[in-house]
Every structure is written in C-alpha cells, then in structure tokens.
C-alpha cells in the first residue's frame, strides 16, 4: 500500500492512499464467497452459483461493501503508517473501483496540532488582595436577617406604602376573558417592588385597605409569548398589609441562625468564610492571568473540529443551567446565537488543555495510580445519589484518563504559578 501525506495546513492533513491492484481482487473474490454462501438464486444450489449469475445479482452490493472494507483498512494502516494524532472524521474522496485496478482515495483529516516547546520565562501573574472588613460582615448579617424576616400585620393604618407587603385579590382580563395564572383570591405582594406592571405597582402604592382598583397595563415578566405586546385589565382588592420585620442581631439571633453562641462569635464566623472565599477566588484569578500569559506567549493554530466539540459541551452546560432555572432555548436561532457566544471560551479551553498537556510531557509531570485513585475516590464521596452511576463511568478507561489529565493541567498550572513573578493588586473585597 501507498502512502502520501500533504500539508493543508498546521492542523489539517491529507491522505492520498492507494491500495494494490491485488489486494482489491483477493477482496472482491472473498466478498463473492461470501455471498455465494448465502445466496438462494431459483435453480441453483446454495454454494454452486456461478460467479457471473452473483455478479448479475449483487454486483453493486459487493462493489459497496468491498469499497467500505478496504478504505477502513487502508485509512486505519495509512494512519498508523503516518503517526498521525487525528481529531475528526476524515472527509473522503474515493476514487472508482474497478476489481483489476488499484483502489485510490484520499481522506482529510485534523490533527492535534504538533506544539514546539513551550516558552515558559518571563511569566506574570496578578494576585487580587483578600481584604474583607467589618461593612462586608455588615451585609452578610443584614442578609441573614432578611432570609429570617417576618410579616406582621399592621393595624394602625389602612394607607399602603410603599415596602408594605399586601395582600390581594387579583384578576387579570384580556378582551374581557380571565387570563390564566393571573387569577388570585389571596396573594401577597411586596408594594413597588418591581412584581407587577409599573402601572399597577404605582397604583397599588397609593391605594388603602378594602379599596378596589383597575389598571390596564402590559402582562407581567414572565407571562406567556402569546400575551406580549397586549394590554390587560387588571382588578385588584386590597385585602390587608403587612410589614416586614427583621430580627434583632443579638446573641439570640446568632444562636438561632447561625449556631453560634454570642453574635460576635457569629461575626467571626462569617469573617473567615469571607476570608476564604475570597482567597479561593484570588488564587483562581492568579491561574487565570498566569495562564492568560501563557496562551498569549505561546500562540498557535487550533482545529476547528476540536472547538466545534466544546462548544457543544459549554452549550449542554448552559441548557442544563438554564433548565435549574425554568427556562430553555426556545429555537434554533436562539441557539445559534448561544454558540456565537460561546465559541471564545471553547477555543481559550481547548488552547489551554493543549498548552497544558505539552508542558507536562516537557515538563515530566506525572500522576500515579494510587493519586489517580484518590481523586476518583474523591469524586465518588461527592457524588450524593449518583455514587453507583459514577463508580460504573469510571471503571472505563477513558474516564479514568480524562481524570489523569485533569490532575497533570492542574499540577502543571500550579508550578508555572509558583514560578510567575506575581502582582498583587487593591480590589475592594464585596459580597
């Protein structure tokens, strides 16, 4: 067999192949077996039926799968033969067969880009400050409070204002037809608070308890597609008002809420969450900017094939969040756009992953087996009511490989940010 390799570019090749005018006959005169095997012709005995009577028969089977076997085996030795690392189907162009002729095709493929060695000197990284102070406890606590706010009744008045919670009697028409889901005998609403249309919001806002009003205005967010760009009338009854009233933060509070026995020992607590947190995101922006410098040292072509496949995975992660929050990608064209956007980030992880795998082979970075099975074992620990489906995925060797890798890029990662020279940078610290 031949075999010829043309650079198209530094992420893609082609293969001209061409396989012997012998091997395509032996192939064809095993196909003809076989099916002479099989073959139940009307006047013939299976296995005696003459080689022209199957080729009357089955000559464009036979032409198809002999083709289909020997572009498999000539594409799987020519790659072997090539050493080619390819990443996507190949794109084939096959010539005529004929059975006393060679068989020649060629087949265009990407190829994991062949990286130089990396440039690792002069490397810079930017370390943000972790400061946290007593304003950003402050609003830790003032959350807290809030998460355990009460509503109590307010008797002393009937005005509505506005930070009153009130409940109502809602109906919402169109055309004078009850709109579903916005039909409520008892529903309490935060005044001005942005739940409703502004018209009705500002109306409620000046309105007593027992007053009934209407307002038409637009459909609230959220409301079906059907009902955008129409007006609704909507009637609403005052039933009664409420105001919300926070807990006092003390000693008893911090017991309560926060399982601490004093309130200061509760604002230590918070403090070091604090603390950590944002040492945690100080290191992970130090990574980033360390490895931002990299990529921008060490540029180089990537294969498109290779984004096209992150992107699909970034897109399933963003399907998924979106579905924790009740939403989809409603169309195809919505979904185009969410690719669009997403292709950046796909060619910064793949770049990357490739950079990062090609510094640990120069680098000599290695991870055992019993680290590997520790963090497989980590994994595990962690996965909740998945456990079982996990502990299957990773009995496969691929899965275990990808772990592998992960573990190298991360290690590699953090000697080249042990190396860096490192700025560390004022950020205000908010939570």
Same mark, same amino acid.
């Given at each position: 067999?031949?075999?010829?390799?043309?650079?198209?570019?530094?992420?893609?090749?082609?293969?001209?192949?061409?396989?012997?005018?012998?091997?395509?006959?032996?192939?064809?005169?095993?196909?003809?077996?076989?099916?002479?095997?099989?073959?139940?012709?009307?006047?013939?005995?299976?296995?005696?039926?003459?080689?022209?009577?199957?080729?009357?028969?089955?000559?464009?089977?036979?032409?198809?799968?002999?083709?289909?076997?020997?572009?498999?085996?000539?594409?799987?030795?020519?790659?072997?033969?090539?050493?080619?690392?390819?990443?996507?189907?190949?794109?084939?162009?096959?010539?005529?067969?004929?059975?006393?002729?060679?068989?020649?095709?060629?087949?265009?493929?990407?190829?994991?880009?062949?990286?130089?060695?990396?440039?690792?000197?002069?490397?810079?990284?930017?370390?943000?400050?972790?400061?946290?102070?007593? @304003?950003?406890?402050?609003?830790?606590?003032?959350?807290?409070?809030?998460?355990?706010?009460?509503?109590?009744?307010?008797?002393?008045?009937?005005?509505?204002?506005?930070?009153?919670?009130?409940?109502?009697?809602?109906?919402?028409?169109?055309?004078?037809?009850?709109?579903?889901?916005?039909?409520?005998?008892?529903?309490?609403?935060?005044?001005?608070?942005?739940?409703?249309?502004?018209?009705?919001?500002?109306?409620?806002?000046?309105?007593?308890?027992?007053?009934?009003?209407?307002? @038409?205005?637009?459909?609230?967010?959220?409301?079906?597609?059907?009902?955008?760009?129409?007006?609704?009338?909507?009637?609403?009854?005052?039933?009664?008002?409420?105001?919300?009233?926070?807990?006092?933060?003390?000693?008893?509070?911090?017991?309560?809420?926060?399982?601490?026995?004093?309130?200061?020992?509760?604002?230590?607590?918070?403090?070091?969450?604090?603390?950590?947190?944002?040492?945690?995101?100080?290191?992970?922006?130090?990574?980033?900017?360390?490895?931002?410098?990299?990529?921008?040292k060490n540029a180089f072509d990537l294969p498109p094939s290779m984004v096209?496949?992150?992107?699909?995975?970034?897109?399933?992660?963003?399907?998924?969040?979106?579905?924790?929050?009740?939403?989809?990608?409603?169309?195809?064209?919505?979904?185009?756009?969410?690719?669009?956007?997403?292709?950046?980030?796909?060619?910064?992880?793949?770049?990357?992953?490739?950079?990062?795998?090609?510094?640990?082979?120069?680098?000599?970075?290695?991870?055992?087996?019993?680290?590997?099975?520790?963090?497989?074992?980590?994994?595990?620990?962690?996965?909740?009511?998945?456990?079982?489906?996990?502990?299957?995925?990773?009995?496969?060797?691929?899965?275990?490989?990808?772990?592998?890798?992960?573990?190298?890029?991360?290690?590699?990662l953090e000697r080249l940010v042990s190396l860096a020279d490192v700025n560390d940078v004022d950020t205000s610290t908010k939570d």
């Open positions: 067999m031949k075999v010829e390799v043309e650079e198209i570019s530094s992420t893609e090749r082609k293969l001209q192949v061409e396989i012997p005018a012998e091997r395509v006959h032996d192939e064809f005169e095993r196909a003809f077996r076989d099916v002479a095997r099989h073959a139940k012709i009307k006047g013939f005995r299976p296995g005696r039926v003459p080689r022209p009577v199957l080729e009357r028969y089955f000559a464009d089977d036979v032409r198809s799968q002999v083709t289909s076997s020997l572009v498999q085996e000539g594409f799987s030795s020519a790659l072997e033969e090539s050493k080619l690392e390819i990443v996507s189907q190949p794109e084939l162009d096959i010539g005529k067969l004929n059975e006393k002729e060679a068989l020649r095709f060629s087949a265009r493929v990407e190829i994991r880009p062949e990286l130089a060695e990396v440039v690792t000197a002069g490397l810079h990284g930017e370390k943000p400050k972790v400061e946290v102070g007593d @304003d950003n406890v402050d609003n830790v606590i003032s959350s807290l409070r809030e998460r355990f706010a009460e509503l109590v009744p307010v008797d002393d008045r009937t005005d509505i204002s506005r930070g009153d919670f009130a409940n109502v009697k809602l109906e919402a028409t169109l055309d004078g037809e009850p709109v579903e889901g916005l039909q409520h005998e008892s529903a309490t609403i935060e005044v001005a608070a942005g739940r409703l249309p502004t018209e009705v919001d500002e109306r409620l806002a000046l309105s007593k308890v027992g007053e009934t009003f209407s307002v @038409d205005a637009p459909p609230p967010e959220g409301a079906p597609d059907e009902l955008k760009d129409k007006t609704l009338s909507y009637s609403i009854t005052v039933n009664s008002i409420s105001e919300r009233v926070l807990p006092e933060a003390d000693d008893d509070f911090a017991k309560d809420h926060g399982d601490c026995e004093t309130l200061e020992e509760l604002r230590a607590k918070i403090r070091t969450q604090l603390e950590q947190d944002a040492t945690r995101r100080s290191d992970a922006h130090l990574r980033e900017t360390v490895l931002n410098d990299l990529l921008s096209a496949r992150r992107v699909d995975v970034l897109l399933e992660e963003f399907k998924y969040e979106l579905a924790g929050r009740g939403l989809q990608l409603t169309n195809s064209e919505y979904e185009e756009e969410a690719r669009g956007k997403l292709k950046e980030r796909a060619e910064r992880e793949v770049a990357s992953d490739l950079l990062l795998d090609r510094l640990a082979e120069q680098e000599g970075v290695e991870v055992s087996d019993e680290e590997l099975a520790e963090q497989i074992g980590k994994i595990l620990a962690s996965g909740g009511q998945n456990s079982d489906q996990l502990r299957e995925h990773y009995q496969h060797d691929h899965a275990r490989d990808a772990v592998r890798s992960q573990m190298k890029r991360a290690r590699t």
